[in-house]
């Protein structure tokens, strides 16, 4: 009788402490059979306690809840160890979030066998676990964007430089050039030697210094302020490169022009030649045998976007990194000096545009050009 009577007093105090406590406290059979339910608070319970007891949770809960409870109560039994588990339920307090803890309940034999089911509301905890993860996810962001503008800014000022320093070179070089250029010319006009040979080898002479020259003048127009362009049709500039370019094609590559409607651009027009021609070459270098480029132009956002694509090889994921830098080229020793991809991005840079590199679906590259349209609304 005392035995008893102290069970109960024992019973009595564990069950005061259970209330006085901010957690659920539930018994649970293996059948999912509610045997008690202890809580301090009712607006946190699915329903009243007294309802609760004596229930299945499938008669009480909804059926995805019941189902992933009673699966928890069997594995705990079955493996005679804790398990944690988060969920959410809709109760009167609202919705919210719950940690739940089940342990094995030692029974007495032929009676069912019993798990103790411990919940914490984790609701505020999970409110601030997901602004927690907003905030790092918008710091990421932050921090990508700060990444990519800095890189920018390098770009920028590297450019700049470099453009300085070309236009510099060109014009230190340009005028030795222009009196070796004029005394070969004089002395190709006034040749009498009887060496044809000789005669040869002045006129080779006339056609590489007229060549530097012509590049020491297109790299002297970087010290030009693109104010000083004019409005361009890109589709004018597009077409002379690619008269430059169909006589050097290969017989198996054939070129492919989708044209949209474009405003005009403000721009220095043999600039953009030059872009466009530096893209087309390196495209057509590109393919080995048979194969195609694409040119493609169209206007959105108040940017007109060409896009030029071949069927080549592709570019190394490698380089890609070191893409448009100067004296950068997958081409043989003595075959490119690796300045086309750089001085195009530098020319679109100054004139508020950007390249951009991708693959070709199916294999190949494309290169996209991006440039601010003009004020005029007149469209080709």
Same mark, same amino acid.
Request: proline share 3%; hydrophobic share 40%.
């Given at each position: 009788?005392?035995?008893?009577?102290?069970?109960?007093?024992?019973?009595?105090?564990?069950?005061?402490?259970?209330?006085?406590?901010?957690?659920?406290?539930?018994?649970?059979?293996?059948?999912?059979?509610?045997?008690?339910?202890?809580?301090?608070?009712?607006?946190?319970?699915? @329903?009243?306690?007294?309802?609760?007891?004596?229930?299945?949770?499938?008669?009480?809960?909804?059926?995805?809840?019941?189902?992933?409870?009673?699966?928890?109560?069997?594995?705990?039994?079955?493996?005679?160890?804790?398990?944690?588990?988060?969920?959410?339920?809709?109760?009167?307090?609202?919705?919210?979030?719950?940690?739940?803890?089940?342990?094995?309940?030692?029974?007495?034999?032929?009676?069912?066998?019993?798990?103790?089911?411990?919940?914490?509301?984790?609701?505020?905890?999970?409110?601030?676990?997901?602004?927690?993860?907003?905030?790092?996810?918008?710091?990421?962001?932050?921090?990508?964007?700060?990444?990519?503008?800095?890189?920018?800014?390098?770009?920028?000022?590297?450019? +700049?430089?470099?453009?300085?320093?070309? @236009?510099?070179?060109?014009?230190?070089?340009?005028?030795?050039?222009?009196?070796?250029?004029?005394?070969?010319?004089?002395? @190709?006009?006034?040749?009498?030697?009887?060496?044809?040979?000789?005669?040869?080898? $002045?006129?080779?002479?006339?056609?590489?210094?007229?060549? @530097?020259?012509?590049?020491?003048?297109?790299?002297?127009?970087?010290?030009?302020?693109?104010?000083?362009?004019?409005?361009?049709?890109?589709?004018?500039?597009?077409?002379?490169?690619?008269?430059?370019?169909?006589?050097?094609?290969?017989?198996? $590559?054939?070129?492919? $022009?989708?044209?949209?409607?474009?405003?005009?651009?403000?721009?220095?027009?043999?600039?953009?030649?030059?872009?466009?021609?530096?893209?087309?070459?390196?495209?057509?270098?590109?393919?080995?045998?048979?194969?195609?480029?694409?040119?493609?132009?169209?206007?959105?956002?108040?940017?007109?976007?060409?896009?030029?694509?071949?069927?080549?090889?592709?570019?190394?994921?490698?380089?890609?990194?070191?893409?448009?830098?100067?004296?950068?080229?997958?081409?043989?020793?003595?075959?490119?000096?690796?300045?086309?991809? +750089?001085?195009?991005?530098?020319?679109?840079?100054?004139?508020?545009? +950007?390249?951009?590199?991708?693959?070709?679906?199916?294999?190949?590259?494309?290169?996209? $050009?991006?440039?601010?349209?003009?004020?005029?609304?007149?469209?080709?």
């Amino acid at each position: 009788m005392k035995r008893n009577t102290r069970a109960r007093e024992g019973e009595d105090r564990l069950r005061a402490v259970a209330e006085a406590l901010p957690d659920l406290l539930f018994v649970l059979d293996e059948d999912g059979t509610y045997i008690d339910v202890v809580s301090s608070s009712t607006t946190l319970l699915y @329903a009243e306690a007294h309802r609760l007891v004596g229930q299945r949770m499938h008669d009480v809960l909804p059926r995805e809840s019941a189902d992933l409870f009673l699966r928890t109560v069997r594995e705990t039994l079955k493996s005679q160890k804790s398990r944690i588990l988060e969920y959410s339920l809709q109760v009167p307090a609202g919705r919210r979030f719950f940690e739940g803890r089940t342990a094995p309940l030692r029974t007495k034999r032929g009676d069912k066998r019993r798990v103790v089911w411990i919940s914490r509301d984790i609701t505020e905890r999970k409110g601030l676990e997901d602004r927690l993860r907003a905030q790092v996810a918008k710091t990421s962001r932050a921090y990508r964007e700060l990444k990519r503008t800095q890189e920018q800014l390098v770009r920028s000022e590297k450019f +700049a430089l470099i453009g300085m320093l070309i @236009a510099g070179v060109a014009h230190e070089l340009n005028n030795p050039l222009n009196v070796m250029y004029g005394n070969l010319k004089l002395l @190709a006009e006034g040749a009498s030697d009887p060496d044809p040979r000789r005669g040869r080898f $002045i006129a080779d002479a006339v056609i590489a210094a007229e060549r @530097a020259r012509n590049v020491m003048e297109e790299f002297r127009t970087f010290a030009r302020d693109v104010s000083d362009g004019e409005f361009v049709d890109l589709h004018e500039c597009l077409e002379e490169a690619l008269s430059g370019l169909r006589g050097g094609l290969a017989p198996g $590559i054939r070129v492919v $022009i989708e044209r949209g409607r474009i405003p005009k651009v403000r721009c220095i027009a043999h600039q953009m030649r030059q872009v466009f021609s530096n893209l087309l070459r390196n495209a057509a270098e590109a393919i080995d045998g048979d194969g195609s480029i694409g040119v493609k132009t169209r206007a959105g956002r108040g940017r007109v976007i060409v896009d030029v694509s071949d069927t080549g090889r592709g570019i190394s994921p490698d380089f890609l990194k070191r893409l448009f830098e100067p004296f950068q080229t997958t081409k043989p020793v003595g075959q490119g000096m690796g300045l086309g991809l +750089a001085v195009s991005a530098m020319i679109l840079h100054r004139h508020g545009g +950007a390249v951009a590199y991708r693959r070709r679906k199916g294999g190949g590259s494309v290169f996209r $050009i991006s440039l601010p349209a003009g004020s005029t609304t007149e469209a080709t």
